[in-house]
C-alpha cells in the first residue's frame, strides 16, 4: 500500500494536494471520535484499555493538529504579496 500511496499521490496536481490535506484532517477527526467513544465505553478496571484508548485519543489529536497546520502553511503560499515585500 505505501508504493499504491507513493504512486498515487505523486500524479495529483499540485493544486489539489491541500483539498486532499483537509479531507485527511477530516477523516483522523472521525478516528479520534471514535477513540474517545471507545475509552469511554471501557471499563474502569481494563488499565490496559485505557492507556491504549488515551495513547490513541493523543496521537490523533496530534495527527489532526499537525495537519490542519499544514494545510494552513500550504494556503498561505497562495496569498499575494503586499507590494514592497521581498520574498526570501
Known amino acids: 500500500m505505501i508504493f499504491v500511496g507513493i504512486e498515487l499521490i505523486s500524479h495529483v ?39 491504549f484508548g488515551t495513547l490513541a485519543v493523543f496521537v490523533g489529536t496530534l495527527n489532526v493538529i499537525g495537519g490542519f497546520v499544514v494545510t494552513d502553511r500550504m494556503l498561505e503560499m497562495f496569498k499575494k504579496k503586499p507590494k514592497g515585500e521581498k520574498v526570501s
Open 13 to 51: 496536481p499540485s493544486v489539489l494536494h491541500t483539498p486532499l490535506m483537509s479531507g485527511a484532517n477530516a477523516i483522523h477527526g472521525v478516528v479520534l471520535i471514535g477513540a474517545i467513544i471507545v475509552m469511554g465505553n471501557a471499563s474502569p478496571d481494563d488499565t490496559l484499555s485505557l492507556v
